[in-house]
């Protein structure tokens, strides 16, 4: 390094500049060499190498690659280099004997430059790293966003205090065992992230949360579709469109529910009652049950009914004259039973988990009887309109088994009242 300010000296002394003045100008010049040669270098690694990186990634049938291109993480590991040479020739162009300070201050400055290029560079690796697990697996995989950012706070926070070191000229490790000191601070001024990062890695261990997942939680106003998962937040789209905000640490302490199961599982639950009306519910008389043989659904069924209810009258000898004696079959007892063929029989019922027709407790409105089953569809549209087509049926077969729907009255229904006894009267 002497030699190379000695000959340049010279050079300059040869060219008349005075000698006194000389020792300060070689300095510049070599400096100014320098970042000339630092420029070069970042011109040829910018224009040589990532042109070659950009034509490989374009021949190749991986997304990743694309993906560096893309995101320019090899551009911001270049700036590195640069940094890098400046540093190793600062002391050409200032040689401690005479320029310790100048020299040192040049150093501390390359330094931090170099720190927040590469905290750049990791945190944009880092980002790239989750970009390639979202895409790896599509299927909900679970969210390691609140991870990638815990470790990006970590580097960004380490790499702020050995910068503070290099400019108070202290070693970084005196400082953070001086912040060890000043936990109980941090703790409250970091709760949140502390708190959230706890939460994040239960909500992942337990695979509790997934992006993609359909969640309800009423307590935050959310029903919808989890759409990202951070340190700080997980945001939910609901239905109508709304964007609903809920911190980790709830979805730990509180109760939603996670529809991802049903989806998994292949079937949606079906259950649905229909009010029918008491006192339309009777016995089947022999034309009833002569008219409801004709229904194919129910045919093998009244056959089967009836001989086991004949067999049972014969034996315990029982007076058929009388309706109430016995075992008889009902018009709402074929009802139900048509109703369980009809399921079953359903493109559209799942065959592998529960199919009934449920009569509930009765109640002032009627008689409750439910439709349990699960829908082979679980897409909400067409779970939606297999559901009705479902009613729709049910709701037109129940006069052909002369039963009625029980509803409370209405305005319409007390005007017929009406106009049917102004008939009456008049005539």
């Known amino acids: 390094m002497d ?3 000695q000959w340049l000296s010279h050079l300059l002394v040869k060219w008349g500049i005075i000698s006194d003045t000389a020792s300060h100008v070689d300095n510049i010049i070599i400096l100014g060499v320098i970042i000339l040669l630092a420029f070069l270098v970042d011109y040829i690694c910018r224009y040589f190498f990532l042109n070659a990186l950009r034509r490989i990634a374009r021949k190749t049938k991986n997304e990743w690659d694309d993906l560096i291109v893309d995101r320019k993480v090899i551009n911001k590991l270049m700036h590195i280099i640069p940094a890098v040479l400046i540093y190793a020739l600062l002391p050409i162009a200032f040689p401690q004997s005479g320029y310790a300070e100048i020299l040192d201050f040049l150093l501390r400055m390359c330094m931090i430059y170099i720190i927040a290029v590469s905290l750049r560079f990791i945190n944009a690796s880092l980002t790239l790293l989750h970009e390639v697990y979202s895409m790896q697996d599509k299927k909900g995989n679970k969210s390691i966003k609140g991870f990638v950012q815990i470790i990006q706070v970590a580097l ?5 205090i050995i910068v503070i070191g290099i400019l108070i000229n202290k070693s970084p490790t005196t400082l953070f065992a001086g912040l060890g000191a000043s936990a109980a601070i941090l703790t409250l001024v970091f709760k949140d992230t502390i708190v959230g990062f706890v939460a994040g890695i239960q909500l992942s261990a337990n695979d509790m949360l997934r992006p993609g997942d359909w969640i309800t939680m009423d307590k935050y106003a959310a029903d919808g579709t989890v759409i990202d998962v951070t340190l700080h937040a997980i945001k939910v789209r609901n239905f109508d469109k709304t964007i609903t905000t809920i911190p980790p640490y709830a979805l730990v302490n509180d109760s939603f529910q996670n529809w991802r199961g049903m989806f998994d599982s292949g079937g949606r639950r079906v259950k649905r009652s229909v009010f029918i009306d008491m006192n339309s519910v009777k016995f089947c008389t022999p034309e009833m049950l002569e008219k409801f043989r004709k229904i194919s659904l129910l045919s093998d069924y009244l056959n089967n009914k009836e001989k086991e209810l004949n067999e049972y009258n014969e034996t315990h000898h029982i007076d058929s004259s009388v309706w109430v004696n016995g075992r008889r079959q009902t018009n709402l007892g074929v009802f139900r039973a048509y109703l369980a063929s009809y399921l079953k029989h359903h493109p559209h019922v799942h065959r592998e988990f529960y199919c009934m027709v449920r009569h509930l407790q009765p ?9 349990y089953f699960f829908s082979t569809i679980t ?4 779970y ?4 009705a087509d479902v009613f729709d049926h049910v709701l037109a077969v129940i006069p052909e088994f002369e039963l009625s729907v029980f509803q409370n009255v209405s305005g319409s ?11 009456r009267e008049i005539g």
Do not use: C, M
């Not at 897409?379 to 067409?382: A, G, L, M, S, Y």
């Not at 939606?384 to 559901?387: N, Y």
């Not at 229904?413 to 008939?423: A, F, H, S, T, V």
């Open 384 to 387: 939606e309109g297999i559901q």
């Open 413 to 423: 229904d007390l005007r017929q009242i009406g106009k049917e006894l102004i008939r």
């Open 379 to 382: 897409d909400w549209v067409t």
């Open 363 to 371: 109640t002032e409105k009627g008689i409750p009887i439910e439709l």
């Open 156 to 160: 960004w926070f380490i790499g702020a």
């Open 3 to 5: 030699s190379i300010q």
